[in-house]
């Protein structure tokens, strides 16, 4: 069975902080990782996925085989970024979702 | 961006009443889609897969004779909760899957059974 576990549910950080929201991962196969976002009264939507390797919003991931884990990093934290965060796993041809992060962005 | 739409984004119903809630993609065509349940300050717990022209394949624990998908077209999916009772009352979230694997969510829909 494939797991995503967030051991974090509720995570303040300063403006101007760094952030580091954590994502491990339970997967007998090759992993597909994602993170979603959803700010206040908003649908989910796709923020990153490990495979594009790309930083969005100034945020990045890095999958870490050996370590099973897709953190979310972002070296200097803005209000705006105060959201839910959902790290997702691809697999089996479905997306399973960790338990979220709330992340508030104290000014 | 691929755009997914849900409706009705808020219901009421009565104990005993049957409801849909319909899913299109609107800028794309979706082999699969995808029906989930979010209850409040918790994370979304997939339901279905629901692929075109078949019959779709529920999670473990779901009742599929309760939560009936059909996936008539590319473009649309649509979940009917039937003898919907209080404890159905939930946030039920469709999303739609490119052939690129990104998977894109509809605003949810708010069902509430008194």
């Known amino acids: 069975a494939q797991r995503v576990t967030q051991p974090e549910k509720l995570l303040s950080v300063f403006k101007g902080a760094p952030v580091e929201l954590k994502c491990n991962y339970s997967?007998?196969?090759?992993?597909?990782l994602f993170w979603y976002v959803q700010y206040s009264r908003q649908r989910l939507q796709l923020l990153l996925r490990?495979?594009s390797r790309e930083s969005i919003k100034g945020f990045t991931a890095d999958l870490n085989k050996g370590e099973t884990s897709f953190h979310l990093k972002k070296p200097f934290a803005q209000e705006e970024d105060s959201a839910m965060y959902y790290c997702a796993l691809f697999g089996n041809e479905k997306l399973t979702f960790g338990t979220g992060t709330r992340l508030t962005i104290i000014p | 961006g691929a755009v997914v739409s849900q409706h009705p984004s808020w219901v009421i119903c009565k104990s005993g009443t049957s409801v849909k809630i319909e899913c299109r993609s609107l800028?794309?065509?979706?082999?699969?889609m995808f029906w989930y349940r979010q209850f409040p300050k918790q994370s979304l717990m997939l339901m279905a897969t629901s692929n075109e022209g078949s019959k779709a394949t529920y999670e473990q624990g779901v009742e599929k004779d309760k939560f009936l998908i059909n996936h008539a077209s590319l473009t649309l999916s649509t979940l009917t909760v039937t003898s919907a009772h209080p404890e159905d009352s939930s946030f039920y979230i469709c999303?739609?899957?490119?052939?690129?694997?990104?998977?894109?969510f509809g605003p949810g829909t708010r069902l509430t059974v008194t």
């Open positions: 800028d794309f065509q979706a082999t699969t």
């Open positions: 997967y007998s196969g090759s992993p597909e």
């Open positions: 490990h495979i």
């Open positions: 999303s739609a899957r490119q052939p690129t694997y990104e998977q894109y």
